[in-house]
T-cell receptor, first 112, second 115 residues
Framework: DTAVSQTPKYLVTQMGNDKSIKCEQNLGHDTMYWYKQDSKKFLKIMFSYNNKELIINETVPNRFSPKSPDKAHLNLHINSLELGDSAVYFC???????????FGQGTRLTVV | AQKVTQAQTEISVVEKEDVTLDCVYETRDTTYYLFWYKQPPSGELVFLIRRNSFDEQNEISGRYSWNFQKSTSSFNFTITASQVVDSAVYFCALSEAPGYSTLTFGKGTMLLVSP
């Protein structure tokens, strides 16, 4: 069983569209995250949720809206996609806010 | 503000060579955690190790070893007798504690092990 799973793995879409990436973890963790990896492989935190509550929002445009319906899920919705949104988006989870994070396989988003 | 520096952008070695990946960090906190992650060509991020700031004991796991030195703010990673399967991008990361667990990553070191 995959511990942290994201769908889709690849997403190609046109500028201006709205898209969602889903993330689920079956580890029973309390904390979930979204990270963005740019074309130079640089990884940066976007959001952190603890027990379904938003804890951290790191200067991400408000076109990005995370939603956590329960502790096991943290979905990422992106409105009005721009070329610069092209990246790999990683979902992750950790037992609590002070332990190691386990990452999903990533979603490669390409905006054309 | 916290910062992680991996000065080596890319390293190429031949199989069976030993290789050390450097990581230097900056933080104002006295309590923090250090991590290494591996990203193979397939793209996933694989957790390798977590160390807290109060535990400077070096760790060895098979061919992998980590050297944590607070005096130089470094957390270096050595692979002994490298193998082609070790080829990946390796990320060092830092999180400050308590209550703030997001990871600040270094820019990564790409390790290429050739046969």
């Amino acid at each position: 069983d995959t511990a942290v799973s994201q769908t889709p793995k690849y997403l190609v879409t046109q500028m201006g569209n709205d898209k969602s990436i889903k993330c689920e973890q079956n580890l029973g963790h309390d904390t979930m995250y979204w990270y963005k990896q740019d074309s130079k492989k640089f990884l940066k935190i976007m959001f952190s949720y603890n027990n379904k509550e938003l804890i951290i929002n790191e200067t991400v445009p408000n076109r990005f809206s995370p939603k956590s319906p329960d502790k096991a899920h943290l979905n990422l919705h992106i409105n009005s996609l721009e070329l610069g949104d092209s990246a790999v988006y990683f979902c992750a989870s950790s037992r609590d806010m002070n332990t190691e994070a386990f990452f999903g396989q990533g979603t490669r988003l390409t905006v054309v | 503000a916290q910062k992680v520096t991996q000065a080596q952008t890319e390293i190429s070695v031949v199989e069976k060579e030993d290789v050390t990946l450097d990581c230097v960090y900056e933080t104002r906190d006295t309590t923090y955690y250090l991590f290494w992650y591996k990203q193979p060509p397939s793209g996933e991020l694989v957790f390798l190790i977590r160390r807290n700031s109060f535990d400077e004991q070096n760790e060895i796991s098979g061919r992998y070893s980590w050297n944590f030195q607070k005096s130089t703010s470094s957390f270096n990673f050595t692979i002994t007798a490298s193998q082609v399967v070790d080829s990946a991008v390796y990320f060092c990361a830092l999180s400050e504690a308590p209550g703030y667990s997001t990871l600040t990553f270094g820019k990564g070191t790409m390790l290429l092990v050739s046969p």
